[in-house]
């Protein structure tokens, strides 16, 4: 790359990063905010364009060889061969791929601060060591931030540009630094509120207006747990979602105990079919409640790799998508064992042929990708503005270096990516026309400043728990 060019990416990049985020590991304040469409850049020359269009491309991907993408304004201007540059900066990307940005679906992000923790355990299990003793001990504002802000940064290495924060509101100051460090990350995001008392559907309401306007902060959902035991809240929940025209965001069959608690029956009784609903996991679900989701087009997240680590079972893909249901991939964090969406395509591909005994068993290649983009952003009702690489969306995307050792040489890039991709194949990641990553690196001194904090604010969690007696959480044991 020319001496220009390099201090023209790494100045998009160093926007993200104000003078405060280099003093130490604490930050008190925010990171200052990038301005809203950094630049205009002309992407040109890339061995492979994977735009998830078929209107531009050939095939379900639209794949286009040797082509351009022109970002102007934080949007894609054109796609194409041969786009004229003159006069705007550009970036050469022979022998490189470029794609939308992955969708993750479903995330916890704040769960950084335990990851690796009771490995041993299902999901209940884990809960019980890792997450539950978490609500009865301070959690404020530096610990959640600290701890979002790391797995953001995670984030962004494995190519995802939005994602779907489903938040555990521990108390409001926690909310107060989990949005922070999603506004401070320069990703798209959706909040996903879990409504309880004191502040139940007033306080979401507060949430929502707060991000009314945000450039990156792409929606609002009201998150919830469906079982009959907790009908009366699940209502309030579904009621609240139906006033604020947002979708309800609940946990559905993920451990096989889960059937015992009527989950289905749970989110007929309040109401939760009558507005948008996303699924996550969906695993032990009946035919009947399959064909029930599909009647009412509830969106599903699937986490495969979660699933794995879990021993939550393996979610019915190939007739899951044959009713009709729209699908997206999370990584739903703690239990993902760290942000690869490499690996989780790999995995929802894997899984299912293993449990069918058959290489033709959906999800293929192109169906996997397809779900890591497009399908993620339909959906969380995002298909309009990111997803794939169609003239007038935001410009979400990503550019994967096809030189490394696990990757090389190139036989079939969308196999590749998939079968063979890793996280440090991913060389730029662009969110509304910003990189947010160049060149294979973040920002000087994020990620070092980002682990320091999380250290820090686990020690301090770790302390408030030994304090009140609750055993701090650890690993298998």
């Given at each position: 790359?020319?001496?220009?060019?390099?201090?023209?990416?790494?100045?998009?990049?160093?926007?993200?990063?104000?003078?405060?985020?280099?003093?130490?590991?604490?930050?008190?304040?925010?990171?200052?905010?990038?301005?809203?469409?950094?630049?205009?850049?002309?992407?040109?020359?890339?061995?492979?364009?994977?735009?998830?269009?078929?209107?531009?491309?050939?095939?379900?991907?639209?794949?286009?060889?040797?082509?351009?993408?022109?970002?102007?304004?934080?949007?894609?201007?054109?796609?194409?061969?041969?786009?004229?540059?003159?006069?705007?900066?550009?970036?050469?990307?022979?022998?490189?791929?470029?794609?939308?940005?992955?969708?993750?679906?479903?995330?916890?992000?704040?769960?950084?601060?335990?990851?690796?923790?009771?490995?041993?355990?299902?999901?209940?299990?884990?809960?019980?060591?890792?997450?539950?003793?978490?609500?009865?001990?301070?959690?404020?504002?530096?610990?959640?931030?600290?701890?979002?802000?790391?797995?953001?940064?995670?984030?962004?290495?494995?190519?995802?540009?939005?994602?779907?924060?489903?938040?555990?509101?521990?108390?409001?100051?926690?909310?107060?630094?989990?949005?922070?460090?999603?506004?401070?990350?320069?990703?798209?995001?959706?909040?996903?509120?879990?409504?309880?008392?004191?502040?139940?559907?007033?306080?979401?309401?507060?949430?929502?207006?707060?991000?009314?306007?945000?450039?990156?902060?792409?929606?609002?959902?009201?998150?919830?747990?469906?079982?009959?035991?907790?009908?009366?809240?699940?209502?309030?929940?579904?009621?609240?979602?139906?006033?604020?025209?947002?979708?309800?965001?609940?946990?559905?069959?993920?451990?096989?105990?889960?059937?015992?608690?009527?989950?289905?029956?749970?989110?007929?009784?309040?109401?939760?079919?009558?507005?948008?609903?996303?699924?996550?996991?969906?695993?032990?679900l009946t035919d009947?409640?399959?064909?029930?989701?599909?009647?009412?087009?509830?969106?599903?997240?699937?986490?495969?790799?979660?699933?794995?680590?879990?021993?939550?079972?393996?979610?019915?893909?190939?007739?899951?998508?044959?009713?009709?249901?729209?699908?997206?991939?999370?990584?739903?964090?703690?239990?993902?064992?760290?942000?690869?969406?490499?690996?989780?395509?790999?995995?929802?591909?894997?899984?299912?042929?293993?449990?069918?005994?058959?290489?033709?068993?959906?999800?293929?290649?192109?169906?996997?990708?397809?779900?890591a983009t497009l399908?993620?952003?339909?959906?969380?009702?995002?298909?309009?503005?990111?997803?794939?690489?169609?003239?007038?969306?935001?410009?979400?995307?990503?550019?994967?270096?096809?030189?490394?050792?696990?990757?090389?040489?190139?036989?079939?890039?969308?196999?590749?990516?998939?079968?063979?991709?890793?996280?440090?194949?991913?060389?730029?990641?662009?969110?509304?026309?910003?990189?947010?990553?160049?060149?294979?690196?973040?920002?000087?001194?994020?990620?070092?400043?980002?682990?320091?904090?999380?250290?820090?604010?686990?020690?301090?969690?770790?302390?408030?728990?030994?304090?009140?007696?609750?055993?701090?959480p650890a690993g298998?044991?």
């Open positions: 790359m020319n001496p220009s060019l390099r201090l023209t990416v790494l100045c998009l990049v160093a926007v993200l990063v104000g003078p405060g985020c280099a003093s130490g590991p604490e930050p008190a304040a925010s990171e200052p905010r990038a301005p809203h469409g950094v630049g205009d850049l002309l992407i040109r020359n890339a061995s492979l364009l994977i735009t998830m269009d078929p209107a531009l491309g050939e095939g379900p991907l639209g794949i286009v060889e040797g082509g351009d993408v022109l970002l102007e304004g934080g949007r894609i201007a054109a796609v194409g061969r041969g786009l004229e540059g003159r006069g705007r900066k550009s970036l050469d990307a022979s022998g490189k791929i470029v794609m939308p940005g992955f969708v993750d679906t479903h995330d916890h992000l704040w769960q950084s601060i335990i990851r690796g923790c009771a490995a041993d355990r299902d999901l209940y299990g884990w809960l019980e060591a890792c997450v539950y003793p978490l609500g009865r001990v301070p959690f404020g504002a530096q610990d959640a931030y600290a701890a979002v802000r790391l797995a953001t940064l995670g984030l962004i290495g494995t190519g995802v540009t939005t994602v779907l924060d489903w938040s555990h509101a521990f108390n409001p100051g926690f909310v107060e630094g989990n949005l922070r460090a999603l506004r401070d990350s320069g990703l798209r995001f959706v909040f996903a509120y879990w409504v309880a008392p004191p502040g139940g559907c007033s306080e979401a309401a507060r949430i929502q207006q707060d991000l009314v306007g945000e450039g990156l902060a792409a929606g609002f959902q009201v998150a919830a747990h469906p079982t009959l035991a907790n009908l009366d809240q699940l209502k309030e929940a579904a009621r609240c979602a139906g006033e604020l025209h947002v979708p309800l965001n609940v946990h559905l069959g993920e451990s096989p105990k889960d059937p015992q608690q009527k989950q289905v029956r749970a989110l007929e009784l309040s109401g939760a079919f009558d507005g948008s609903l996303l699924a996550d996991h969906a695993i032990h009947r409640e399959v064909e029930l989701l599909a009647r009412h087009r509830v969106a599903v997240a699937h986490n495969p790799l979660s699933n794995m680590r879990l021993a939550s079972g393996i979610m019915r893909l190939p007739e899951m998508h044959g009713a009709g249901l729209r699908i997206g991939l999370g990584l739903d964090g703690g239990t993902a064992d760290g942000p690869d969406m490499f690996a989780s395509m790999k995995a929802a591909v894997g899984l299912q042929r293993a449990r069918l005994q058959s290489a033709s068993a959906y999800p293929g290649i192109a169906d996997v990708l397809r779900m399908g993620g952003a339909e959906a969380l009702g995002l298909d309009k503005i990111t997803g794939s690489l169609t003239p007038g969306k935001r410009a979400d995307l990503i550019i994967l270096d096809t030189k490394g050792a696990n990757f090389a040489p190139r036989w079939d890039g969308p196999s590749q990516i998939v079968l063979n991709g890793q996280p440090a194949n991913v060389e730029y990641v662009f969110v509304d026309g910003r990189a947010l990553k160049a060149e294979g690196r973040l920002p000087e001194g994020q990620e070092k400043n980002a682990v320091q904090a999380v250290e820090a604010a686990a020690h301090r969690v770790r302390a408030a728990l030994s304090a009140s007696g609750v055993r701090p298998g044991d």
